[in-house]
């Protein structure tokens, strides 16, 4: 079992950038892959981002590609998600994930674990 604990949202203006984090405990973090996810009021949960368990590996979601970063610090047991060029639209509550296996995917029923949440709110 892992838990996680997001940090970093807060209030931004459009083009602005924010950084976000995932902090980990429990069970070993390097054994799982991370992904981030966020959840917009009235909308389903979406991917936004993904990484492998040593790093080398990453996804992002077209909406997202060339402006967000996500990176980890397995000694640190730390997800990161860098988000420069900050749009209204990607106001949402942002969740950090975890699963336990070597495939970075996308999906969210192939999460085992799962954060609080953070909220990220960008003003035009």
């Known amino acids: 079992q892992v838990q996680l604990v997001e940090s970093g949202g807060g209030l931004a203006q459009a083009g602005a950038s924010l950084k976000l984090s995932c902090a980990a405990s429990?069970?070993?973090?390097?054994?799982?892959?991370m992904g981030w996810f966020r959840q917009a009021p009235g909308k389903e949960r979406e991917f936004v981002a993904a990484?492998?368990?040593?790093?080398?590996?990453?996804d992002y979601a077209d909406s997202v590609k060339g402006r967000f970063t996500i990176s980890r610090d397995n000694a640190k047991n730390t997800v990161y998600l860098q988000m420069n060029s900050l749009k209204p639209e990607d106001t949402a509550v942002y969740y950090c994930?975890?699963?336990?296996?070597?495939?970075?995917?996308?999906?969210?029923?192939?999460?085992?674990?799962w954060g609080q949440g953070t909220q990220v709110i960008v003003s035009s």
């Open positions: 994930a975890a699963r336990s296996g070597v495939v970075v995917t996308t999906t969210v029923r192939e999460y085992d674990h």
């Open positions: 990484i492998s368990r040593g790093g080398g590996n990453t």
């Open positions: 429990g069970r070993t973090f390097s054994i799982y892959a």
